[in-house]
């Protein structure tokens, strides 16, 4: 006969409890690379590190909110003009719609450049082929 195996509940600290939000996953390197690439609607610089807020089950991007930034692989350069700045920024509009705007997918674009973290001669290319789709 099997016997019981123990319960230890320090090994289960992180886990979410039911009904509280997954904690947010930071990479600061991530986002200092993401400052260095060219903007990916403008191809201007300097780019700050735009979060995608909004959620798409189809890239797994769940729903953020309540003043709670998406995890830092959602970001994608964006120049501050484009960024925070004036009536026809991303958080001026709907995000939806400032992404349709420019034809461009921010979910596909952020995990691409997060997949080559660090390797600039991707990224650039993975901004330019953005820009021209």
């Given at each position: 006969m099997a016997g019981r195996l123990p319960y230890y509940p320090e090994a289960f600290?992180?886990?979410p409890v039911k009904?509280?939000?997954r904690p947010r996953k930071e990479d600061?390197?991530?986002l200092k690379w993401i400052r260095t690439l060219p903007c990916v609607v403008s191809g201007k610089r300097p780019a700050d590190a735009a979060h995608v807020r909004y959620p798409d089950p189809v890239y797994g991007?769940?729903?953020t909110g309540g003043g709670r930034k998406?995890?830092?692989r959602w970001t994608v350069p964006l120049h501050r003009s484009?960024?925070?700045?004036g009536p026809d920024a991303q958080h001026s509009m709907s995000e939806r719609a400032f992404w349709d705007k420019h034809g461009i997918d921010p979910l596909r674009v952020a995990l691409a450049l997060y997949n080559?973290?660090?390797d600039d001669e991707q990224g650039e290319l993975i901004i330019r082929n953005a820009r021209k789709a």
């Open positions: 600290a992180n886990a009904g509280q939000k600061g390197a991530h991007k769940g729903e998406s995890d830092d484009l960024h925070t700045e080559v973290t660090g």
